[in-house]
């Protein structure tokens, strides 16, 4: 079952006060930039026009949105003070400690993918780095 998203002003306002509740609830995605952002990140707020809203960091990756380096939105909600390896470095255990505990046989990338959250482009590349 998706997540029901937010009324485009009701998402906006949310960023405008960099609202906390809706952290892990909502993201916005940039469109000047190309890039997607969690409503608590402290970057200048962009205008009205560019924003497109999306209430799973997925679904921000599936329109061709890039996570934010600062906020990381693929792991939200977390504390903002982790460094971005932090960030990834967790990632990449959760996913191991996903396939260590997975008793299905048939289980794919995608799956995985849908677990954490994030797409199964991103989850590839985080896993590379980290575990080569």
């Known amino acids: 079952m998706s997540p029901t998203p937010l009324p485009p002003d009701a998402a906006y306002a949310a960023l405008q006060a960099r609202d906390a509740r809706f952290d892990g609830r909502l993201y916005v995605g940039v469109t000047s930039t190309g890039i997607y952002c969690r409503p608590v990140c402290r970057v200048r707020l962009p205008r009205r026009e560019n924003c497109r809203f999306f209430p799973t960091a997925a679904q921000a990756e599936a329109e061709r949105f890039r996570p934010c380096m600062k906020c990381r939105p693929e792991l939200a909600p977390r504390p903002l003070a982790w460094t971005t390896m932090d960030a990834s470095r967790t990632l990449a255990l959760q996913a191991a400690a996903w396939l260590d505990a ?8 995608e799956d995985l993918a849908r677990h ?3 797409t199964s482009r991103h989850l590839r590349r985080i896993f590379q780095a980290e575990h080569g």
């Open 102 to 109: 997975c008793d299905d046989a048939e289980a794919s990338v």
């Open 116 to 118: 954490l959250g994030i």
